[in-house]
C-alpha cells in the first residue's frame, strides 16, 4: 500500500493519551457496504448513504465510494467522464494507483499513491475521473475512495474551487505506543492539522494499525463520526465490535475513539487500514439528485436547467466528443 508513510513511526510526532473519564465512543450503526457500479462501470463500495447509515446519521458527509481494491486487467480501467456537480465539495483519495482529474475551469491533474483532490462544487462545475492511458493499456492495482462533503445552505452558491494535496503534504502522527501510523488529511486531531482547508468542519484521516495495535483517538464530541475498514479487520469502541473490510460503523457520542487491530491477517496486508471521519452536522434539508445536493426541490430543478443551459462551466472544446 503505498499511500505515503514513514521508515520508523516511533520518530513521528503522537497522539496524547486519552484524558481521565474519556468518554468511549459507541457503534450505533453497522452496515456492509453494497458494491455497485458507478461511472461509465467502475465497482465500488457505498456504506452511505444506506439504509442504516442515512444523510442525518453521517451529516454533513453526504456519500463515501470505496474503489477497489481491484487488479485490472488491460483495457479493463474505468473511470467517470465529464459530468456536472452542485452544493457540495468532492475529495478523492487515491491510495493505490493513479486518476487523472480534470475541470471545466482548467483545475486538475494526477492523483496517486496517497494524494487527494479536494474539489468545491459549489455553484457549480464540470469534471471528469479517468484512468490514465497507461493504467487503461497495461492494467494494474488501483484503491482509494471518493467522499462528499455537503455545503450548508450560505455556500452552495460559492464558487468553485480546486485543492491539490499531494501526499508529501499529508500531515503523518503515530498513535500513543507507536504502533499506529495516522494521516491526516483534513481537519485537526490532537493539535496537529492536516492541509486540507474546508468551508464545512471536518477531519479526514487514514490509520493504518499493526497487528494487535490498540488505536486511541480524541475526537470532538460535537462531530458526527464515522468508520470505514478499508482492510483488514478488528474490533472497534471498548465493547469489541467486530469489524473488517468493506464494513462501516455510524459511531454515538463520546471523546474518543477506540480501534483494536486484529492480530490474524485477514487481506493483502496484515495490517488493518481504516478511514477516520468526523464533522459538524449542518443540520439542514437535503434535496438530492444524481450530481446536485441541494436544499428544496426547485433548487434541483433549476441545477438541471442551468447545466443543461451551460451555466456551470463547458467541457474544453479539445475533450468534447458528440456522441461519444
Given at each position: 500500500?503505498?499511500?505515503?508513510?514513514?521508515?520508523?513511526?516511533?520518530?513521528?510526532?503522537?497522539?496524547?493519551?486519552?484524558?481521565?473519564?474519556?468518554?468511549?465512543?459507541?457503534?450505533?450503526?453497522?452496515?456492509?457496504?453494497?458494491?455497485?457500479?458507478?461511472?461509465?462501470?467502475?465497482?465500488?463500495?457505498?456504506?452511505?448513504?444506506?439504509?442504516?447509515?442515512?444523510?442525518?446519521?453521517?451529516?454533513?458527509?453526504?456519500?463515501?465510494?470505496?474503489?477497489?481494491?481491484?487488479?485490472?486487467?488491460?483495457?479493463?480501467?474505468?473511470?467517470?467522464?465529464?459530468?456536472?456537480?452542485?452544493?457540495?465539495?468532492?475529495?478523492?483519495?487515491?491510495?493505490?494507483?493513479?486518476?487523472?482529474?480534470?475541470?471545466?475551469?482548467?483545475?486538475?491533474?494526477?492523483?496517486?499513491?496517497?494524494?487527494?483532490?479536494?474539489?468545491?462544487?459549489?455553484?457549480?462545475?464540470?469534471?471528469?475521473?479517468?484512468?490514465?492511458?497507461?493504467?487503461?493499456?497495461?492494467?494494474?492495482?488501483?484503491?482509494?475512495?471518493?467522499?462528499?462533503?455537503?455545503?450548508?445552505?450560505?455556500?452552495?452558491?460559492?464558487?468553485?474551487?480546486?485543492?491539490?494535496?499531494?501526499?508529501?503534504?499529508?500531515?503523518?502522527?503515530?498513535?500513543?505506543?507507536?504502533?499506529?501510523?495516522?494521516?491526516?488529511?483534513?481537519?485537526?486531531?490532537?493539535?496537529?492539522?492536516?492541509?486540507?482547508?474546508?468551508?464545512?468542519?471536518?477531519?479526514?484521516?487514514?490509520?493504518?494499525?499493526?497487528?494487535?495495535?490498540l488505536l486511541q483517538v480524541p475526537w470532538p464530541q460535537h462531530?458526527?463520526?464515522?468508520?470505514?475498514?478499508?482492510?483488514?479487520?478488528?474490533?472497534?469502541?471498548?465493547?469489541?465490535?467486530?469489524?473488517?473490510?468493506?464494513?462501516?460503523?455510524?459511531?454515538?457520542?463520546?471523546?474518543?475513539?477506540?480501534?483494536?487491530?486484529?492480530?490474524?491477517?485477514?487481506?493483502?496486508?496484515?495490517?488493518?487500514?481504516?478511514?477516520?471521519?468526523?464533522?459538524?452536522?449542518?443540520?439542514?434539508?437535503?434535496?438530492?439528485?444524481?450530481?446536485?445536493?441541494?436544499?428544496?426541490?426547485?433548487?434541483?430543478?433549476?441545477?438541471?436547467?442551468?447545466?443543461?443551459?451551460?451555466?456551470m462551466g463547458n467541457i474544453p472544446a479539445q475533450e468534447f466528443?458528440?456522441?461519444?
Amino acid at each position: 500500500m503505498p499511500a505515503v508513510t514513514h521508515p520508523n513511526w516511533l520518530q513521528l510526532p503522537r497522539i496524547g493519551p486519552p484524558i481521565p473519564q474519556a468518554i468511549d465512543r459507541p457503534v450505533e450503526r453497522l452496515v456492509t457496504a453494497p458494491s455497485l457500479l458507478e461511472g461509465a462501470g467502475f465497482p465500488v463500495r457505498r456504506p452511505f448513504p444506506s439504509r442504516e447509515i442515512g444523510f442525518r446519521n453521517a451529516d454533513p458527509f453526504l456519500l463515501l465510494d470505496h474503489l477497489g481494491a481491484v487488479e485490472y486487467a488491460p483495457g479493463e480501467a474505468k473511470g467517470a467522464p465529464w459530468h456536472p456537480h452542485r452544493g457540495f465539495e468532492t475529495v478523492t483519495y487515491i491510495i493505490d494507483g493513479v486518476m487523472q482529474h480534470r475541470d471545466s475551469q482548467g483545475g486538475g491533474g494526477l492523483i496517486t499513491n496517497g494524494d487527494t483532490q479536494w474539489m468545491t462544487a459549489g455553484s457549480g462545475i464540470l469534471h471528469d475521473e479517468l484512468p490514465t492511458e497507461e493504467l487503461v493499456r497495461t492494467g494494474g492495482l488501483f484503491h482509494g475512495i471518493q467522499l462528499w462533503v455537503n455545503l450548508p445552505r450560505r455556500l452552495k452558491w460559492t464558487p468553485p474551487r480546486y485543492q491539490s494535496l499531494a501526499s508529501h503534504h499529508v500531515t503523518l502522527v503515530s498513535s500513543e505506543h507507536g504502533d499506529a501510523l495516522l494521516r491526516i488529511i483534513a481537519g485537526e486531531l490532537d493539535g496537529h492539522k492536516g492541509p486540507g482547508v474546508t468551508w464545512t468542519p471536518v477531519t479526514v484521516v487514514h490509520a493504518t494499525l499493526n497487528p494487535g495495535s490498540l488505536l486511541q483517538v480524541p475526537w470532538p464530541q460535537h462531530f458526527n463520526t464515522l468508520i470505514y475498514v478499508l482492510s483488514g479487520a478488528g474490533t472497534v469502541s471498548s465493547a469489541g465490535v467486530l469489524m473488517h473490510e468493506g464494513q462501516g460503523a455510524q459511531m454515538g457520542f463520546g471523546d474518543i475513539i477506540t480501534i483494536a487491530a486484529s492480530t490474524e491477517r485477514t487481506g493483502p496486508s496484515d495490517t488493518m487500514e481504516v478511514l477516520l471521519l468526523g464533522g459538524r452536522p449542518i443540520g439542514e434539508p437535503i434535496a438530492s439528485y444524481g450530481p446536485f445536493v441541494m436544499n428544496t426541490h426547485a433548487e434541483i430543478v433549476q441545477a438541471f436547467n442551468d447545466y443543461q443551459e451551460g451555466r456551470m462551466g463547458n467541457i474544453p472544446a479539445q475533450e468534447f466528443h458528440p456522441g461519444g
